[in-house]
């Protein structure tokens, strides 16, 4: 295979950042951006595709303008070039719409034999993206990978599901989800963040794609999670004390009979 | 025929689905994909639709079924949120272009279609989403309870083609037993704190007597290699009753995993440990003299 492998990346705010006051209310206004924690999983895991495959191993984005500061972060990863799908102002968050326009720009890019999406992104980890991408495209998609095999001109793939493992054998162009612990992705070092800087980068205006901007699902509100636990902790002096009240406690609340 | 549609790879995840799609809307429409799985027609659903094909990967029933869907005018796709689940969800909605909201809670009627709410940000963050038929949403276990009607529910089976380009080559039980957690009334979660693998097998006759299994947490699946899922954002999203987590610190990317317990209770001998400030109740102590005394409890 020397066709070109995708790697479809996020630019997101930490979760960490993010604060909750006590009304509720989320605060994104301190909040740094970063490339989303599990797409670098999936951009080593182009990189390492591509480095087998002789194929390049090619960054594509869709943000608000602000993610193009996330892109030079990508190239230092290992990429050899970057497209951003440039949405101005605000990014569309909607599944549908996001799909929509990843495949219509997959469509624009160079031999394109093989996409590698995170199962989902450090910010609302839905697991649609690559699923739904699959289907657009109508490519044959196998989510929850965690090993990739290349043979000229398809792909055999390890999956994990909650208590077994399946391998599958797909034919390119294909699309795939993987699961962070497909590898183990170094920090980026001087000389490749240096090497970033000439690497190319591209830029897909949104407008551009003619894709349907309506939202599937209509986002009506976020709030911060109210925390209903009852955080009572048995921390007495004697342990079998503690012990006994504790199980006296989920006895209360019938989980133990 | 319209309605509500059910699907799930979990029969026991089925059961409860068709209990809230009932609440949803009217007929409850329980699909089975291949063939008519056992136990399937006595759940209380108006109708079985079985997609009949020799393929045994469900995910490449998605087409079909999205058309079945379009052609029957569906309201609304309920998927148990399983990996199979939610992928074979996904692919369905891309093909109708239909509205998806994934992991839903609090789902209800809502116009001339449904609002549902989804945890974001590793669980520090509600959303709420409106979304118009045909929706399709994945819900967890324990959202609703199986109807006890009794009776058997009409077939209706259609051929279909299934997209056969992925093919399986193998599928294989993970090692060590390990059960699917899934609708597991307890779940004793293995955190970094418990040192030696030796331990597992106490808290494996905990979790027994519990009525339930053992997971862990992603950094010893992945630097102790004990457990081959973990619990968490990228791993098992479970919804017991009772949650006991053992020698967990407790990162929001963990408890994102568990965040539908019904209760969670841990043990630890950090006292400043996140997880007591997630959890129901708590023990603060050094596991290997709480947990032999829990089992002694309990027995």
């Known amino acids: ?39 670098r999983n999936a951009i080593e895991a182009a990189v390492q595709v591509a480095a087998k495959s002789g194929g390049m191993p090619l960054g594509l984005t869709l943000g608000s303008s602000a993610a193009a500061s996330g892109l030079k972060d990508a190239l230092s990863r290992g990429l050899a070039e970057v497209y951003l799908i440039d949405c101005g102002a605000e990014a569309p968050s909607d599944y549908r719409v996001v799909t929509e326009a990843l495949a219509k720009a997959i469509k624009t890019m160079p031999e394109v034999g093989l996409v590698i999406c995170a199962e989902g992104s450090s910010d609302r980890y839905g697991r649609q993206t690559a699923s739904r991408l699959g289907a657009v495209l109508d490519w044959p998609t196998v989510t929850s990978v965690v090993s990739v095999e290349t043979d000229g001109g398809s792909l055999k793939v390890s999956r994990k599901l909650e208590d077994s493992f399946e391998t599958l054998a797909l034919p390119l162009p294909a699309v795939v989800a993987v699961l962070p612990e497909i590898n183990n992705p170094d920090l980026p070092g001087m000389k490749a963040i240096l090497a970033a800087k000439r690497k190319p980068q591209h830029t897909l205006e949104f407008a551009s794609l003619s894709v349907d901007a309506t939202p599937a699902v209509t986002v009506t509100a976020v709030t911060g999670l109210q925390n209903n636990r009852k955080q009572l902790v048995f921390d007495g002096p004697d342990e079998a004390t503690n012990v006994a009240e504790f199980i006296e406690a989920l006895r209360k609340e019938g989980t133990i009979s | 025929m ?20 009932q609440t949803l809307g009217d007929p409850v429409v329980l699909v089975s994909l291949g063939q008519v799985a056992p136990g399937l027609t006595t759940l209380g659903a108006t109708q079985v639709l079985v997609l009949k094909s020799d393929d045994e990967v469900i995910e490449n029933y998605s087409r079909p079924l999205a058309e079945l869907l379009q052609e029957r005018k569906a309201k609304a796709l309920l998927v148990g949120d399983t990996i199979r689940g939610r992928d074979l969800a996904a692919r369905v909605a891309g093909h109708c272009r239909a509205g998806m909201i994934s992991g839903a809670s609090h789902i209800a009627p809502d116009g001339g279609g449904f609002t549902a709410q989804r945890s974001t940000y590793g669980g520090k963050l509600i959303e709420t989403g409106q979304v118009e038929e045909l929706a399709v949403l994945t819900v967890g276990a324990g959202a609703a309870t199986p109807l006890t009607v009794g009776g058997e529910s009409p077939i209706d089976e259609v051929t279909v083609e299934t997209d056969r380009r992925v093919i399986l080559i193998e599928r294989a039980d993970a090692g060590g037993g390990q059960a699917d957690l899934t609708t597991a009334p307890a779940v004793v979660g293995v955190g970094l704190g418990v040192s030696d ?12 007597l519990l009525g339930g299994g053992v997971s862990c947490s992603r950094g010893v699946c992945e630097e102790r290699g004990w457990f081959d899922q973990y619990i968490g954002v990228s791993g098992l999203n479970l919804s017991p009753d009772l949650y006991l987590a053992v020698g967990i610190s407790g990162q929001i990317q963990h408890l994102y995993g568990v965040r539908e317990a019904k209760l ?21 102590g050094d596991y290997r003299s709480v947990v032999p005394q829990l089992i002694a409890a309990l027995s």
């Open chain 1, 1 to 39: 295979m020397s066709s070109n492998v995708i790697a479809c990346f996020k630019w997101v705010y930490d979760e960490a950042d993010v604060v909750v006051d006590a009304s509720l209310t989320p605060d994104f206004s301190r909040a740094k951006s970063k490339i989303s924690e599990y797409d």
């Open chain 2, 2 to 21: 319209s309605g509500v549609f059910v699907y799930s790879d979990s029969p026991k995840l089925a059961a409860e689905l068709v209990g809230l799609a």
């Open chain 2, 197 to 208: 693998q030796a331990d597992l097998a106490q808290l494996e006759v905990l979790a027994k």
């Open chain 2, 264 to 284: 969670i209770a841990a043990v630890n001998i950090n006292k400043d440990a996140p997880i007591f400030r997630n959890a129901d109740y708590g023990i603060v």
